[in-house]
């Protein structure tokens, strides 16, 4: 059968990622590879996760097997909402669903916000996989530039006024920038967001990983402060989603989606159809371990080893990189960003650089409208500090040897 | 903000499942239910399946807990296709892909394949949750009806003539009928689908859950048999798609697709945007116990579980049903069909029922185009043989006194 010419026309405009399949050829084990978003293994809490998995086996076990809710395990939706209500947003169950990771989140969202050939607001660059997911269900994106204080809100009220169905912002220590918003900037979407009645679509993977300065509030716990005291429970326009991947761990693709109810309850008949429920197993661990108060000690020992990781690559790149490349300095997270010579291209550097063993990602593909060509994604969190300042020398010959051709 | 007015065309046409949403009403611990689909908790093997969670954290865990391949992990997609040249199907890797629960895969055909407005041909009564799938991507149905021995293959050219994009065919313990297609029947479907150049869908989460009679080969196992010798790969046009739920548990949402190699590609591209890939450490773990051998001898405790639970089934309803109701006598899986008095609303049963504290699935969701008011689904693996008869023998009760009303 000539399956190209059976599949949907959604599907023919399905490309897979560039940077999967960049990443592809970054396997081989002589690579030293700042491509992928990978969390570094070290810090992977192993033996705690074995003993939960005992334990929710032990205790629970014909729970644990079982098919489950679509919104999720009753007690992880609770322990999320309690968390929730700490950070200073007003929310019970019925404002949290729980997804099969994040990304999962962003499908869901794009499915149930999105009809064909609306638009969608953007920071550029931003998320690549958000860009991907939306495109799919007929997204086009409106976009407004980042600075090292990420969104440049003074450029947000015009992409507003062209009423896209949300605004998707990441702003703590952003994919793939690096770069947090201010306090300032926050307040100011927040009141921009009501003033035009946009909703916010905010991705915060990272909050917990900051390795200087303080924390400051999330965008959905300053709309919930704004909201009148009478109202004891979310009825803002902040979509909030996180995950338990950069604290705990990728492998269990475990999410939440935090929002107003209709919302949430929208979300969840959408998931119904995608694939009825999250594991319940997966969900038990995760609540046994969150509950338990493990990962607030857990999330020192993952802060000195990422702060380790993002410094070794910032001083290697001060050392080793040609003096025209700028790149920004992350309080937290797990890339930076880096802009070469305007003249040069950086999937060309990429090609030059694979050749070297050392890879990334050129930042092109997180533009969601095209341009930086000459920018790259770096990440810092996977490999050791040894092997960042080992891949970052020999990156910087590359981009030497590219410049001077 | 009114959040109806925000959601895409698409999230309005969206329903929440008639089944989740009435199982809810059957959630009360003094309600027998024989509506969900669920394995009976009694056979998840807890202790086997944390031993192989250690086993694959002490051994591996930092790949377990890791971000992995949209495709699934390799060495489980490999005992996948091994398992399947076993059956008579010449795959290999690029033949498998691995998704979160079989329900993920019926949504990702769904994505893949249907423009709005397609058409999908279905057996009558069929899986109503792929149905609630492949309506968010537009589709509309054709059917054929089935008898005892499954679809009748006799009124599917017809509908083939109308171009479907695929046949949608659960072969096996059909859900929600129960009913197995004869060889005859298979054989004519694949002759039917090579004539007509329409792929075949084959769902067969049910396969090993066979409690009588000689197992038949699969529609992929024939369709491949009647591919020429020379390919030495599998290249025909069934898709076919099962799951761990049944075998395993349910909990770990773990089920595969094996297909044309372009088939899976095209579906990997589209998982990449829904969920990035499926849990590595479940995968892995499935993978421990699979490659064990364990899953052969625990079949065996499963099936001697089930047939009880059918046996008593079949004998209660005979008992105790009124003279004109008819039902399926299934040589597997996990339901059977009922059809009461043509002039009887099963749904006005189940309001009935409910008060009894017993309950089922009124069949009409299951049929594409509407119809079969007066059917139910039964599941009997759920219940233990002595709750099943209690539970039939409150139903019976409830029948005769619709019906004498």
């Known amino acids: 059968m000539d399956w190209d010419n059976q599949f949907a026309e959604r599907a023919l405009k399905m490309r897979s990622s560039v940077i999967r399949d960049m990443l592809a050829l970054t396997e081989r084990p002589d690579v030293i590879s700042f491509g992928g978003g990978l969390p570094g293994p070290q810090v992977f809490p192993i033996e705690r996760f074995k003993k939960a998995c005992c334990r929710v086996l032990d205790e629970n076990g014909e729970l644990a097997l079982q098919y489950g809710s679509t919104e999720g395990y009753r007690p992880l939706r609770e322990w999320i909402a309690s968390q929730a209500r700490q950070y200073g947003v007003k929310v019970g169950i019925d404002n949290v669903l729980i997804t099969n990771g994040s990304q999962q989140a962003l499908d869901l969202i794009g499915r149930v916000f999105i009809n064909p050939g609306d638009l969608v607001a953007t920071e550029s660059p931003t998320y690549v996989s958000a860009l991907q997911a939306w495109r799919v269900y007929g997204a086009r994106f409106i976009s407004a530039p980042s600075d090292e204080h990420g969104l440049v809100v003074e450029k947000v009220e015009e992409i507003l006024k062209q009423r896209p169905r949300f605004l998707y912002v990441l702003p703590n220590f952003q994919n793939p920038s690096g770069t947090t918003l201010t ?30 300065g303080e924390s400051l509030p999330r965008i959905i716990t300053l709309e919930s402060a704004a909201q009148p005291e009478s109202d004891d429970v979310y009825n803002g326009n902040v979509i909030y989603t996180s995950t338990f991947s950069k604290l705990l761990s990728p492998g269990i693709r475990l999410g939440w989606v935090i929002g107003p109810a209709p919302v949430i309850r929208k979300l969840s008949v959408a998931k119904q ?19 338990s108060g493990f990962l607030d000690e857990h999330i020192q020992i993952i802060r000195a080893c990422y702060m380790e990781r993002r410094d070794m690559m910032l001083e290697t790149m001060a050392e080793m990189f040609p003096s025209d490349a700028v790149w920004t300095r992350p309080e937290g997270g797990m890339f930076l960003w880096c802009r070469i ?37 770096l990440n810092f969190s996977f490999c050791t500090p040894e092997t960042i300042r080992e891949g970052i020398t020999r990156l910087g010959r590359v981009l030497k040897q590219v410049e001077y051709e």
Chains 1, 2 share one sequence.
């Open 183 to 212: 306090l300032e900037r926050r307040k100011q979407l927040v009141e921009l967001a009501q003033r035009y009645q946009i909703p916010i679509l905010e991705d915060d993977p990272y909050y917990p990983l900051r390795y200087e």
């Open 341 to 377: 010579r305007e003249d040069i291209d950086a999937s060309e550097v990429f090609k030059t650089a694979i050749q070297q063993n050392v890879a990334f990602v050129p930042g092109e593909p997180f533009f969601p409208n095209g341009g930086g060509k000459n920018t790259m994604r």
């Open 273 to 291: 159809s995608v694939d009825l429920n999250t594991s319940v197993f997966v969900q038990m661990v995760a609540n046994e371990i969150g509950r």
